[in-house]
């Protein structure tokens, strides 16, 4: 079996309708046969567009944007990430407070949470990306002509693609934005082929809060993490589907999980040493293992790029359990 989170190399899964004279093309399957593992793949079928204007089918519905964008406000701190990837920062004029990544992007105290219309029409803005849309943010920007495009949590991977592709078409970095998603495939597929042999046997726990919240494999960061083969200890808590269950201390020690994931370090505080200071955990196999990787917040949630990292540093976590117990 083969890791394939994109079953292609340089195609755009998107539907976008060129309203200018630019020809569409197709592109096919490019896979790479040196991998193990095996996780969701992604098929595509492309028209992209060549020029401007372009309407593009997202999920808030028919976006037109009439020409190339030279003013960005992104209130999205993964729409933010996905725009210097593709080589679109010099077009970005104001992201919110929480897009701190890369540094050089242009923050200001436009709010992630509670984003004002006044205050993004302020920044003279030719296009808009939101992770949500409250307050009818959106038709209160349409209203004065100012075309917004909302990238919210992504359903799993091909979501996420899809959105980076619209990214990089909705700014006229087509190109880039393939490029992108081709060495983003190819940087998972060598991480996932460097699974240990017996993966598939090992168990994890993925913690997004002290209140003990976790994610199941239904989840973004569940399919993402899919590819290790590992099994998610939250997954026969979830009866509902809802993709976030809170267990029980109880439950996480009798489960006893060889990895634990935390990604509440930033938010939360939370580390190995106060993981090992709960109540009944200090005899936990990942604890007395050493098994506990701190993510980053940031990077763990988010659905930018930089997942590349994350999946890097959980099989590297794996590979140091497994050494430690062969």
């Not at 340089?10 to 309203?19: D, I, M, N, S, W």
């Not at 917040?297 to 988010?302: H, M, N, V």
């Not at 099989?315 to 062969?326: E, G, L, S």
Request: with cysteine.
């Amino acid at each position: 079996m083969r890791f394939t989170h994109l079953a292609m190399a340089c195609a755009l899964a998107l539907v976008v309708a060129a309203c200018g004279s630019g020809a569409g093309s197709s592109m096919g399957d490019s896979p790479t046969e040196a991998t193990t593992t095996t996780a969701p793949s992604v098929s595509s079928t492309t028209t992209i567009a060549a020029e401007f204007p372009i309407t593009l089918e997202t999920a808030n519905g028919l976006v037109t944007i009439e020409e190339r964008p030279a003013r960005i406000v992104s209130i999205s701190p993964t729409s933010t990430e996905v725009l210097f990837a593709i080589g679109a920062g010099e077009q970005v004029v104001a992201v919110d407070s929480l897009s701190n990544y890369p540094e050089s992007a242009p923050v200001t105290e436009l709010s992630a949470f509670t984003p004002s219309v006044e205050a993004i029409i302020a920044q003279d803005p030719d296009l808009v990306f939101l992770s949500y849309d409250p307050a009818d943010i959106v038709a209160g920007l349409a209203a004065v002509g100012i075309p917004a495009i909302v990238h919210g949590t992504p359903a799993g991977l091909e979501d996420a693609f899809t959105q980076w592709e619209q990214v990089g078409a909705a700014t006229g970095h087509v190109a880039d934005a393939t490029l992108l998603l081709a060495q983003v495939q190819a940087d998972l597929d060598a991480a996932f082929g460097s699974v240990p042999d017996g993966a598939a046997e090992l168990t994890y726990y993925y913690e997004l809060e002290p209140t003990l919240y976790s994610a199941t494999a239904t989840t973004f960061i569940g399919e993402l993490l899919a590819g290790t083969t590992m099994t998610n200890i939250a997954d026969d808590q979830d009866p509902d589907g809802y993709g976030y269950p809170q267990l029980s201390a109880e439950y996480i020690v009798d489960a006893d999980p060889d990895l634990i994931l935390l990604a509440d370090t930033l938010c939360c505080d939370q580390s190995a040493a106060t993981i090992a200071e709960r109540p009944g955990w200090a005899t936990l196999t990942a604890v007395t293992a050493g098994s506990i990787l701190e993510l980053d917040d940031d990077i763990a949630s988010r659905w930018g790029p930089r997942i590349v990292e994350l999946v890097e540093d959980v099989v590297a976590a794996m590979r140091t359990f497994d050494a430690a117990n062969a």
